[in-house]
């Protein structure tokens, strides 16, 4: 029986993606080979072996195969991510057990839980530490009395390859493995400029930074709920996001600057009065702050192409590039302090904060 992916919720399809990681890392084990191929993960009793020794996962052997030969990219990818891993020295010189969303994972952000709560810090769990598995021949973890030590101890156990945390992406060919944490000094990059829209309505918009691959897009990622939006750093080039930017970051940024955004109410007060044309005049002010002047032509050609597309929810679409495009201008306007705001934006994507633990990003 093969799943059928439209079936799938997000979460679950999360756990089956991530679990599959488990699973292939766990038949390089069996066979005692760094690398491993499609037809290795395919194959049912290695498969049945590296789940029932070497992964400790929220979701059934079953499940996991049906998964797996539902989602051929997704093999692929796992592969690749796996074989270039173990071509580095992060997984060497043990027999691990693989964690995703159960015991020894489920401890270690328990313990960051119990800590941040202590200590009065607002940083989530995945800006902590995005590792989405955990190797680790260590079956239990010691309490901690700040996370100071809970870092120290997780840093310490990478260091000698007994708990490393691994951060997944969907990859493609040629995946790369890096180090992140705060030990690694962030690079310092700043606002470039807000990028040209295909189109003058798109639901937000995107900061081109100083570095030319990476850049953040700010919208919101869920209209019909009508959810503020958010930003997310994406490199040029790769299929793979690399992090979004945490509420209480955006939240600081827009607090300290003064960067408006417009109440949810007047935008719910301007559409049941029908006054559309004003919310497209905003955009069109919005967008020539960003340094875009669009001609008369355009901005009815464009708007009828959004018509066309369809608007999920009008409260949950206007917010959502209102706030970006207010966000955009103020970049656009402020250069003195753009520099800033993005750069707390980046560091806060690509969980690299003073308080972040380390981890070991495949991408």
Request: net charge positive; charged share 25%; aromatic share 10%.
């Amino acid at each position: 029986m093969r799943l059928n992916k439209y079936l799938i919720n997000e979460s679950d399809r999360t756990s089956l993606q991530e679990g599959l990681h488990c699973v292939a890392f766990g038949i390089s084990q069996v066979l005692r080979k760094k690398k491993i191929t499609l037809d290795n993960l395919q194959n049912p009793d290695l498969f049945h072996q590296s789940y029932q020794n070497f992964c400790k996962v929220n979701v059934s052997n079953d499940e996991l195969w049906n998964f797996s030969e539902s989602e051929e990219s997704w093999r692929k990818s796992v592969v690749s991510s796996l074989n270039t891993l173990r071509s580095t020295n992060w997984l060497k010189g043990y027999k691990y057990k693989f964690y995703r969303g159960v015991s020894l994972m489920n401890e270690i952000y328990a313990q960051y839980d119990k800590l941040k709560k202590a200590e009065g810090i607002k940083l989530s769990n995945d800006k902590w530490n995005p590792s989405d598995i955990w190797a680790s021949i260590v079956t239990t973890i010691p309490n901690f009395n700040n996370i100071i030590e809970l870092n120290a101890f997780i840093s310490d156990k990478l260091r000698i390859r007994s708990l490393v945390g691994i951060s997944l992406k969907k990859v493609g060919k040629n995946p790369k493995v890096v180090l992140q944490g705060p030990s690694e000094k962030p690079e310092i990059l700043g606002y470039k400029i807000i990028k040209k829209p295909k189109e003058m309505f798109p639901t937000g918009m995107v900061i081109q930074t100083s570095k030319g691959d990476l850049m953040i897009n700010f919208r919101s990622f869920r209209i019909s709920q009508q959810a503020d939006i958010t930003g997310e750093l994406i490199q040029k080039g790769g299929s793979a996001r690399h992090g979004k930017v945490p509420s209480s970051v955006k939240k600081e940024m827009i607090e300290k600057y003064k960067i408006p955004q417009m109440p949810k109410q007047r935008i719910k007060n301007l559409i049941e009065n029908n006054n559309v044309e004003e919310l497209i005049r905003m955009v069109v002010n919005l967008w020539k702050q960003c340094g875009y002047d669009f001609p008369e032509n355009k901005i009815k050609s464009d708007w009828k192409i959004r018509q066309e597309k369809g608007i999920q929810d009008d409260v949950g679409y206007w917010q959502s590039i209102l706030h970006s495009l207010e966000l955009g201008a103020f970049l656009n306007t402020h250069k003195s302090v753009a520099n800033d705001i993005v750069y707390n934006f980046y560091i806060g994507a690509a969980s690299i904060s003073d308080i972040s633990s380390e981890f070991i990003k495949v991408y």
